[in-house]
């Protein structure tokens, strides 16, 4: 049975990678040493993860004025570190888009110096748009945090706002290389890297450099300035990891880089979301105007159905479609990773399960 | 080539594990995706968690009232997290054995709010032995930090010592389940687990449970209470670094767990010390009684002499034998994964080297 995996994160990874770091799993470029036992400080790392971050250059267009660190923590740790080394005594400005951007907004709350101001929110409506954001906002702020695609709800941004001086930080993690923001528009990109980018464990930030910060911070892990002057080797870096980055940076570029991905990435939730549309047993929770392309949540308004859904799919191969708790339901992420050929099984599957329930 | 690979981390694993992981790699158990592509709220991973829990508790007889957590951002975190969580409004006290007590220390005292007392220090003598430590300390402290092994130097604790309530906090990275230690004698472990434990990108901390914070931390990702009551899952984990950990887990327990590798370990030590003590050649820069068994330091006291050593070595497949340059030389570290038969190889080949130099 071919399974499709619709994991929200840890997900499913271009089969091409796999093998590679399957065939190089004990024996890497002839060294006879696996990757995952070279020292972060060999030519043999050095070439892997200088390779890294040119990929990631090249992919996103990243001019020379920004700088691309690989480090650990998740998402969750920038909450804590954009506004610990972006808002040294300034305002710190954040949309409320969903379940991560309330937790990006408690966490610079926690932070007892910073005064932290919600410009924007969609909570009125269980997150399910993107709200209109201000036309301006106070000069003087550190910056404007967003969600460009909330995980959970399905919602994502098509354009990116403009604040004037005041820069954008974002939280890309789940769909960075997966839609063709431009990097010029953000002060600040985060990701976690278990979506579109390789496994759990890699954090990759972009940020502009006449932002780092210009004093320390207490706790030199979480400080941009000094892992930008050690390239990200502060201290012993997740080497495979940033290897198995590498290896999708590459994927990436064979498939005709970020153009061509996003255009397949329209195809497939098309696919899925015209599928929706045309069913009358499912239905999406989203405002149509702010569909996420890498996370699709659809319910059919019946949670016992939801349910009998769900199984039915595992045991055809549709593995974790099992919406988040908060939204319940389903939810398919379509990351780059995920084959198209997976997309249209599906859809057949959802209209041979609505068929047998007697839809139309 | 045999390739025989002394890096001090990330370093080598046994071969049996990355057999295992690659035959898994992209289809673990039968599930048709790669532990990589899991999601971490899926039985399978969890499964995987919880044993690799259950296998480190069982290799280093954790008693029931210690947490065992899996964390991200290597020893270099734990030097902030711990004086952060521990010593809040207490002093905190410290033993300098080395560069990497000395980071530990200096990023203790970036903490702007804390006490940090140094108790001991070895730096008189370039920090070639573990000093005497006092009878008593001050019993109002909130710890007494210790680096069980000093990977640069080459020095270990032999016995931990007792001061009385006030707990015992190691940074035990670069010997952890390679020395007999009882966990009983600390009140918290930390270790980077690119050493004996799995690659980079994973920390395992081992803490009491009477010595968690009451308090939350601000930043909750460097909050051990919130990541205990997370099980390590407050937010995603690294999930294919703990993947592996437990298949070094189930390999060390194979071995006969650690009373078996600590005499292998011992024996490996002893072959490479005594060849050291033999020659007319090299010579060990540490004080016999502070060695450690898994991190060996040797010179010829000649720079040229040292680097053709180095070169030479190379050529014969004895990978990173480069010592670090804060001690120079040579250092070969002997984790649990080198093999004994690489240090007799190794030994034998410095024997011919010094020959061939008319040595004796």
């Known amino acids: 049975m071919t399974i499709y995996n619709f994991s929200a994160g840890p997900a499913v990874l271009p089969k091409k990678v796999l093998e ?3 065939s190089e799993l004990l024996n890497y470029r002839g060294s006879g040493m696996s990757v995952m036992e070279l020292s972060h400080r060999s030519s043999l790392f050095d070439e892997i993860i200088c390779s890294a971050e040119s990929l990631l250059r090249e992919l996103m267009e990243i001019p ?14 920038q909450f804590s570190m954009v506004p610990l080394n972006l808002a040294q005594g300034k305002k710190a400005l954040y949309v409320d888009t969903g379940a991560w951007s309330k937790k990006a907004i408690s966490v610079a709350k926690a932070i007892s110096t910073l005064d932290v101001e919600v410009i924007a929110s969609s909570e009125d409506k269980s997150y399910n748009y993107i709200p209109e954001l ?7 702020a550190a910056y404007v945090h967003i969600t460009t695609n909330n995980t959970i709800e399905g919602t994502a941004y098509s354009t990116i ?31 976690g890297a278990q979506k579109n980018i390789g496994p759990a ?3 990759v930030v972009i940020i502009r450099e006449d ?8 706790a030199p892990m979480l400080d941009y300035a000094l892992q930008v002057k050690s390239n990200s080797m502060y201290n012993t870096p997740p080497t495979y990891s940033i290897y198995m980055a590498k290896l999708v940076f590459e994927w990436l570029k064979d498939q005709g880089g970020i153009p061509s991905i996003f255009e397949k990435n329209k ?33 059919t308004g019946n949670v ?3 349910k009998a859904f769900n199984q039915a799919a595992l045991a055809e191969g549709f593995q974790n479609l099992k919406g988040h708790r908060s939204v319940g339901g389903m939810r398919a992420s379509l990351y780059n990773a995920f084959p198209l050929e997976g997309v249209r099984a599906f859809v057949t599957f959802m209209e041979k399960f609505e068929s047998e329930q007697g839809g139309k």
């Open 134 to 140: 201000p036309q301006t906002v106070d000069q003087a």
């Open 304 to 306: 016992e159905l939801d």
């Open 267 to 299: 195809e497939k939730a098309k696919i899925l979301y015209d599928a929706i549309e045309k069913s009358e047993l499912f239905k999406s929770p989203v405002r149509s105007d702010s569909r996420s392309l890498t996370n699709i949540p659809f319910v």
């Open 20 to 22: 590679t770091a399957q």
């Open 161 to 191: 706002p403009n604040f004037g001086k005041v820069p954008v930080v974002a939280d890309m993690s789940s769909n960075i290389l997966a839609n063709d923001y431009q990097v010029t528009d953000f002060g600040l990109i985060y990701a």
């Open 64 to 77: 020379d004025n920004y700088k691309v660190l690989f480090l650990q923590g998740g998402a969750s740790l």
């Open 201 to 203: 464990g890699l954090t």
């Open 211 to 218: 932002l780092l910060n210009q004093t320390a911070i207490f």
